[in-house]
């Protein structure tokens, strides 16, 4: 992470998402916001609070909840011209339009053989831990990352949260933007003025020399804290954020593991058919002679997201279960 | 209605029907011949309702497109050559041959594209009638849609949110009687899609879609409604497709009589449309005749175009995937 200042103020999450947002209705007159909830109510983990009264209701409204027309009003409105912010309360909303973000938003440059421009930027919530259980907690990154056209992002800090939503914005192609809500009050460094991270780029947390944890969202947090752990036990883990999930950052990943010859993959959402199969296919394809040990992998189990805290508790992967999983690959 | 239609515009009109329907009757064959891959759909017989509302609408008006999209990019200003080079597939097409019939567009001519999913439009002409609104423009967007989508939530959704904002959005539903091979009254217990209008709050009206006159009026007074500010309308155009749902002789399914087909041909939106020019005295027999001759050249010149046009290199598989 570039330090920009000496002293960079602090901000949880939920206000680097508010301060992503400014910036991008302050630099572009073209963009708006528009979603459910966003304006009135400042969104319902209120991170577009004070923005109506900031860039008034044109810049900023709120829509009737009608999924598909959202995001179609978001499609419509980028080929011609405008720059929107589409908000998605929850991620598990997706079934409500997933015609209209996997064969409008997606293709619609591709059949049109590239004479259309869709700078759509979509924030969306996802995510386990709050007991809001199986329709409002899941994490579908895998759904999306399948679909040629869209590029995903997935910020982990409050600084990652401004400055990817920033480059979403600024992106001349559809962006989702999956925020996480358990990271909502995780505070961070957040400079005040307008930085972008560039989409596609992975970020190398903790550095390591044994062992390569590839950890998405909010299991990068998870990931540093199994880290402390494993140090006791000879292993000095190399923490990767991806940051970008599509397009991914192999290359950042793949000189890892030639280095530490050992990697872990972790995500909150279900392990079957999880992205971190993909993130395991490409690892055994260009570094298998490097690799001392099968690749393992962390998710959720095969089931829906539980209500109840204690099954919730035992659902959502944490840093316990990353440093099981490392001891019983590496059979320590 | 107080404007009156004058001469030019009549034979505009008759000009882009024409264009239409040659353009689909020979491609239509094309398709059944063998010479254009995959599925078109045709729109023969409904040309009355895209001429009679593209003749309002500039460049600079949006308009959304269904699988029966030929006609309404050829009523908008598309080029044959173009157009059929899209058809076959070749790299000189309006989307690179990576669209074919079912997405071919331009975004120039304000055409944003045919669609291949059934009610994929409504929400997207919404769209493009925000962007008007925010831009503070004049324009409107048009969503040509069938009485099968009118059953998609996407259309329930983008009509209440286009009464809602009061978008300059005008849907224009056209009424063949089937959604795909299914009658009307085997997909909705309504006769006139129109009656759902005043659960949107918007106006809903009725019109013969054989008669381009009675839609070219319609549709004046829901754009002049929609650019002053009152917001959208639902338009409902009763037509016929002649042909299958896909293709011309489709797949020989039984589903309507050749008695109602014949029925409906009695009505033909250019039959009808050339008696009444030629007895007003503006359009001849013959100088219709001539039309369709030149416009014949010109659907066999497009043909000339794609068929020596090259066809995409399978390097650009991946390009105009991203920005």
């Not at chain 1, 630099?27 to 969104?43: I, K, L």
């Not at chain 1, 609070?49 to 008034?56: A, H, Q, S, Y």
């Not at chain 1, 997933?98 to 059949?111: F, G, T």
């Not at chain 1, 596609?200 to 390591?208: K, P, T």
Request: charged share 20%; with cysteine.
């Amino acid at each position: 992470m570039a330090e920009a200042q000496p002293q960079p103020r602090e901000l949880p999450y939920v206000a680097a998402i508010t301060d992503g947002v400014r910036a991008v209705l302050t630099e572009q007159p073209d963009a708006f916001v528009a979603g459910e909830d966003v304006a009135g109510a400042g969104g319902v983990y209120g991170y577009y609070r004070g923005l109506l009264k900031e860039f008034g209701p044109n810049r900023i409204f709120d829509t009737p909840i009608s999924e598909e027309a959202i995001v179609g009003l978001g499609v419509g409105a980028a080929v011609t011209g405008c720059r929107p912010i589409i908000d998605l309360m929850f991620m598990d909303f997706m079934g409500e339009c997933m015609d209209e973000i996997a064969n409008q938003l997606a293709k619609m440059r591709y059949m049109f053989g590239g004479r259309a421009t869709l700078p759509v930027t979509m924030l969306t919530m996802a995510g386990a831990g709050m007991s809001l259980a199986a329709q409002h907690s899941q994490s579908l990154e895998a759904w999306i990352c399948h679909l040629p056209g869209l590029k995903v992002v997935m910020p982990t800090t409050p600084y990652d949260a401004k400055g990817l939503i920033i480059a979403a914005a600024r992106d001349d192609n559809p962006v989702i933007v999956i925020l996480n809500k358990m990271s909502l009050a995780i505070t961070g460094p957040v400079p005040e003025e307008s930085y972008a991270i560039p989409i596609g780029e992975a970020n190398i947390v903790r550095e390591g020399t044994n062992y390569t944890i590839v950890a998405l969202g909010r299991m990068v947090h998870e990931a540093l804290k199994a880290a402390e752990v494993l140090k006791d036990l000879g292993i000095d883990a190399e923490i990767i954020d991806p940051r970008t999930l599509q397009p991914f950052d192999t290359d950042t990943v793949i000189a890892s593991v030639k280095k530490t010859h050992r990697a872990l993959i972790v995500h909150e959402a279900v392990r079957f058919g999880g992205f971190g199969g993909e993130i395991t296919a490409q690892i055994q394809e260009l570094a298998f002679d490097y690799l001392d040990a099968p690749i393992a992998r962390v998710g959720a189990p095969f089931s829906p997201v539980p209500f109840s805290p204690a099954l919730e508790a035992h659902y959502v992967p944490n840093a316990d279960r990353i440093v099981a999983e490392v001891k019983q690959q590496l059979a320590l | 209605m107080s404007t009156q239609i004058t001469d030019a515009t009549l034979l505009d009109i008759h000009q882009r029907m024409v264009r239409i329907r040659i353009f689909e009757e020979t491609a239509g064959k094309m398709m059944e011949d063998g010479k254009i891959p995959g599925a078109l759909h045709l729109y023969v017989g409904q040309e009355a309702i895209a001429a009679g509302v593209m003749v309002h609408l500039s460049n600079e008006d949006y308009i959304t497109s269904s699988h029966r999209g030929h006609g309404h990019l050829i009523a908008k200003g598309g080029e044959y050559d173009r157009m059929f080079a899209e058809l076959y597939g070749k790299a000189t097409g309006y989307c690179k041959g990576k669209g074919g019939s079912m997405h071919i567009s331009n975004l120039e001519l304000g055409m944003l594209g045919a669609n291949g999913i059934v009610g994929g439009g409504p929400p997207i002409a919404v769209g493009a009638a925000f962007s008007i609104k925010f831009k503070q423009k004049d324009n409107v967007a048009v969503c040509f849609f069938g009485d099968g989508a009118s059953n998609e939530g996407s259309f329930h959704e983008a009509a209440n949110m286009a009464a809602l904002f009061k978008l300059p959005c005008i849907f224009v539903c056209e009424n063949n009687g089937y959604g795909e091979y299914t009658p009307q009254a085997n997909h909705q217990a309504i006769v006139d899609v129109a009656d759902r209008a005043p659960g949107y709050g918007m106006p809903g009206v009725v019109v013969d879609g054989m008669d381009a006159v009675a839609v070219y009026e319609a549709a004046g007074e829901a754009i002049r409604f929609a650019r002053q500010g009152s917001g959208p309308t639902l338009l409902e155009c009763k037509t016929y497709r002649y042909y299958d749902h896909v293709g011309v002789r489709g797949m020989g399914l039984s589903y309507r009589t050749d008695e109602e087909v014949e029925r409906w041909r009695q009505k033909d939106p250019i039959m009808n449309f050339e008696a009444r020019l030629a007895e007003q005295g503006i359009l001849s027999a013959d100088a219709a005749r001539t039309i369709h001759e030149q416009v014949e050249q010109e659907v066999q010149a497009g043909i000339a175009f794609a068929e020596s046009s090259p066809m995409p290199d399978p390097s650009t598989i991946t390009d105009d995937v991203y920005a």
